[in-house]
Structures are given as structure tokens and as C-alpha cells.
């Protein structure tokens, strides 16, 4: 269970079945969290078996149907076997994508390259393997980012540009049989910077909550809200939510 504690109860997905990629830890966690409190069955993937264990079991022990599968989503062969025995689903949540710092001509050329091959063509091919599976009425929902600058993230910047075409274009090619859909979030303090010392962690929070017109930091169920949004709403496709407390609208 993450630290954001019990699992919540309506969260409207009742008989459905969930896929969370990258659904051990932080924001995909937190959205396993929420679908299983709504009596979703779910399903998550990720690369740590031992994290994954972590994660089903707390999701198990609040009665909730999961099973978890070992995947590296960058890995084109583990890719292949984990939809090829997954079966059909009713929405997949997808949080890959590596983050990355610098721009483009102080960041290595491998570097910008791994994190656009990480946001935009390990989930292009998610999306190609998913489509088949999702049920009439399903819905595929990706993972951006927002806050950073082209000149500060170079890879990540053009990776999240990616993400959101790619949804505009696999909202039309899958219509009017499944939605598509990403979320953005800015910098939030989530297990991803658990390599992150606690100085580092703290004044990056603050640097980004003096940044942020809101005056401070997402939560992750702040975040996770955002999925189960347009997981739920029928009506919305092809649409990037930034959960940014309006941080790219500031001076
Ligand atoms: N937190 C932020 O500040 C922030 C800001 C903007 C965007 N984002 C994006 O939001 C997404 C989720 O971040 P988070 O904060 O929730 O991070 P997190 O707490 O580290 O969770 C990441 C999850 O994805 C899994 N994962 C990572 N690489 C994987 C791979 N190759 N194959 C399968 N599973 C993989 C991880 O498990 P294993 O490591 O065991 O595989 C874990 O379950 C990322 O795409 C990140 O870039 C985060």
C-alpha cells in the first residue's frame, strides 16, 4: 500500500478490468489503489519482483482481485509475452517514461535518444499490442509530463510533445470503439527520487513549489485523480491533462 493509505472506496469501476503498467510504486500505484477501491480487478507490471510482491499483496489485503506480472516495458520480447497472455481489458494505464536533465547540446545524443525511445516508442508499441485487447468502450491512458523546459530537458521535453500526438492520432484511429488519453504531471515527490538525497529532494520541492502559482507540490492522489478521470469519463479523447498547478502559466 502506498503511503497514501487506505484504498478508497467508489471510485466506479466496479467488474472492470485494469491494467497498470509501471503499477508497483508512486502515481501507477496510487491509480491501482483507487480502481481496486472501486472493485476494478486489476492487473500490474513492473520490473522489481519484490516491489511488485510489495504492491499486490497491499492491494490483495484490501480484498481487491490483482495479479502482478514481472515487465520491462522496454523490452520489446517482454513486451510481446506480457500481451500475448494478458487478454482482453477494460483500460490500461501506462507510466513509462525515463526522465532525463539538460538540453540539447549539453545532454548526450544516447541520452536524449533512451528517453524519447522510453516515453514515445516503448508506449507506441504498448499501444499496438493493447489495442486488440481493449474492450468496446475501453481506454489506453499515458503518462507526460509537464513543468520542464525544451532547453533544461531536452529528451523529455520532445518525449512528453510525443506522447501528446500520440494520443491525438490513437484517439481517432481506435474511435468510437476506445478512448485515449495521457496525464501530465510536474515534479512531484513520488519513490522516483527515492536515489534523490532528502537536502536535494526538499529544495527541489521547493524550487518547484516557489515556481508553481499554486504555492506548492501535487500529491499523488492528486495525480491518480486524474486517471481515474478520464478512465471514467466517456466522453474525452485524445486530451493531455497537466496536473501542474498551473506551473507553465507563470513569468
Ligand atoms: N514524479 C514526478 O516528478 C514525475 C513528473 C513528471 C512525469 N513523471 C512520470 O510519471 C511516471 C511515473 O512516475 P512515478 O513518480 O510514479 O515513479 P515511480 O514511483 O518510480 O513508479 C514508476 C513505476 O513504473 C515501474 N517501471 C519503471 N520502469 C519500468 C519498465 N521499464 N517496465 C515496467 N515497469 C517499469 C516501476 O517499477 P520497477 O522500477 O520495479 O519497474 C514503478 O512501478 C514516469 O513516467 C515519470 O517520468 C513523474
Do not use: C
Request: a negative charge; charged letters at 20%.
Amino acid at each position: 500500500m502506498s503511503e497514501q493509505g487506505e484504498v478508497a472506496a467508489g471510485s466506479g469501476s466496479a467488474g472492470e478490468r485494469i491494467v497498470v503498467i509501471g503499477g508497483s510504486s508512486g502515481i501507477g500505484l496510487r491509480v491501482a489503489e483507487l480502481a481496486a477501491g472501486g472493485g476494478a480487478d486489476i492487473v500490474i507490471a513492473g520490473r522489481d519482483p519484490q516491489r511488485l510482491d510489495a504492491a499486490v499483496d497491499g492491494l490483495r489485503a484490501h480484498g481487491a482481485a490483482v495479479e502482478g506480472v514481472r515487465l520491462d516495458a522496454h523490452d520489446p520480447d517482454q513486451r510481446e509475452s506480457f500481451f500475448a497472455t494478458l487478454g482482453p481489458f477494460d483500460h490500461l494505464v501506462s507510466t513509462i517514461g525515463v526522465p532525463m536533465g539538460g538540453g540539447f547540446l549539453s545532454a548526450p545524443a544516447a541520452e536524449i535518444r533512451r528517453t524519447i525511445e522510453s516515453k514515445f516508442f516503448a508506449n507506441l508499441a504498448i499501444a499496438r499490442l493493447a489495442a486488440p485487447l481493449i474492450r468496446d468502450g475501453g481506454s489506453l491512458t499515458f503518462t507526460s509530463g509537464t513543468g520542464g523546459r525544451a532547453q533544461d530537458a531536452a529528451g523529455s521535453y520532445v518525449g512528453n510533445l510525443a506522447i501528446h500526438a500520440l494520443v491525438e492520432g490513437l484517439a481517432v484511429e481506435l474511435a468510437p470503439r476506445a478512448r485515449v488519453n495521457a496525464v501530465a504531471p510536474t515534479w512531484t515527490p513520488t519513490p522516483l527520487w527515492k536515489d534523490v538525497s532528502e537536502a536535494e529532494l526538499a529544495a527541489t520541492k521547493a524550487r518547484f513549489a516557489s515556481a508553481i502559482p499554486l504555492g506548492r507540490t501535487a500529491t499523488i492522489d492528486e495525480l491518480a485523480d486524474a486517471y481515474l478521470f478520464l478512465i471514467h469519463n466517456t466522453f474525452i479523447t485524445g486530451q493531455q491533462i497537466a496536473v501542474d498547478g498551473g506551473i507553465m502559466l507563470g513569468g
